[in-house]
């Protein structure tokens, strides 16, 4: 498997109120497992939400550069190919026996998560701008991973997933196949008025870059919510939005 990159005092990325630390020390990913169990499960209870994938992935922890406080964070695991893509979060989920054959360099985002009451554009700003670095410079071709719905009942989301039937749905050479025993096939959606604002924020900014979902959504009781395959060719995104997000990746602090 494809070792994440080293967290190194280059992968500090100061933007204005907020800073993205990309780092494996053990510290920093208790602190974003305690910020993941606090927005996942709405426990403030010291607990931790942990799993056998942390130790594989780079932690990437948002904070406010003048308090330190940790407003958001996620995880990446890195993989040299589709061939390594059996060993993802996703694949507990999803077959995805179509993306073995991906020949490029892949990274898996997930359990991205914000700090109760943490809505400022900039915090989404900011971890994306620290995922192109990192994207970059590991010459990434695909991203991937579960985009959740709050929730785990479907027809409270029928509007957004009635746009990702309609629109977003990834091409048949690379759709995963149904891998989980509890899933809502987007057929049975039925005339639903479809609504972007409906999908959540991250997996919109995944669409608005060329992203696509798999036909299907898997409702995920043990975490509470209702996800769908997520995949981003880097090589789709368009133009001008690359160009913004590697000026906002590259500046220097």
Do not use: N
Request: net charge positive; hydrophobic share 45%; charged share 25%.
């Amino acid at each position: 498997m494809g070792e994440p990159v080293e967290a190194t005092e280059a992968e500090v990325l100061e933007r204005g109120r907020y800073r993205a630390r990309a780092s494996r020390a053990a510290d920093d990913v208790r602190a974003a497992q305690a910020l993941r169990r606090q927005a996942f499960y709405g426990a403030a209870d010291g607990g931790l939400d942990r799993d056998r994938f942390d130790r594989k992935c780079l932690h990437v922890l948002v904070e406010e550069a003048a308090s330190g406080r940790l407003v958001a964070c996620y995880r990446l695991l890195f993989l040299g190919s589709g061939a390594e893509i059996g060993q993802s979060y996703a694949a507990q989920f999803y077959d995805l026996a179509r993306l073995m054959a991906w020949p490029g360099r892949m990274v898996e985002m997930g359990r991205f998560c914000l700090a109760p009451g943490a809505h400022d554009p900039e915090i989404l700003r900011t971890a994306w701008a620290m995922m192109t670095r990192l994207v970059d410079r590991e010459r990434v071709q695909m991203l991937f991973g579960c985009s959740s719905f709050a929730g785990t009942d479907p027809r409270a989301h029928l509007p957004g997933l009635a746009v990702l039937r309609d629109r977003f749905v990834g091409p048949v050479k690379w759709r995963p196949g149904v891998g989980a025993p509890d899933v809502f096939g987007f057929e049975r959606i039925g005339a639903v008025t479809p609504r972007l604002r409906a999908v959540p924020p991250l997996l919109r900014t995944y669409l608005a870059m060329g992203g696509w979902v798999s036909d299907h959504a898997v409702i995920d009781r043990a975490l509470g919510t209702l996800h769908v395959f997520t995949g981003l060719e880097v090589a789709a995104v368009p133009e001008a939005r690359a160009r913004a997000l590697r000026a906002l990746a590259h500046k220097t602090r």
